[in-house]
């Protein structure tokens, strides 16, 4: 097995232990039945608990992204496009997950889906 591909599923590894982990330790005692945590930890308020838990995950769903060019790099030469498809498709996921969490009051998510723009058009314009 190439290095970079075992490197990239390490990567993978680290990310989806981070979220599970993370709902089980943190996040599970802050939830109200819905899929975000809905409930203050003191100092934090439910908004602020929320983007956390936005927060959280997009570390994870970047960990996949990168885990995901590794494992590409792994096996051959990778064209520049199939980076920008696993960033694009990565910006996409953590803008979701912040326009979801915050219901769309954190500007976080247009930033992202912006740098998935970018990506779309250069794939475009290739």
């Known amino acids: 097995m190439p290095i970079l591909t075992l490197a990239g599923l390490i990567a993978a590894f680290v990310a989806v232990a981070h979220s599970v982990l993370g709902e089980i330790?943190?996040?599970s005692r802050l939830r109200d039945g819905g899929i975000v945590p809905a409930r203050p930890a003191?100092?934090?308020s439910a908004r602020?608990?929320?983007i956390l838990w936005a927060t959280w995950h997009i570390t994870s769903v970047f960990g996949l992204g990168l885990a995901a060019i590794l494992v590409l790099a792994g096996g051959a030469a990778m064209p520049l496009a199939t980076i920008a498809w696993v960033v694009a498709a990565t910006m996409i996921a953590g803008g979701a997950l912040v326009l979801v969490a915050?219901?769309?009051r954190h500007p976080g998510w247009a930033g992202l889906w912006a740098v998935a723009a970018c990506c779309g058009l250069w794939l475009l314009a290739a």
């Open 25 to 27: 330790v943190i996040f």
């Open 102 to 104: 915050t219901r769309g």
């Open 48 to 50: 602020n608990v929320a």
């Open 42 to 44: 003191p100092p934090l």
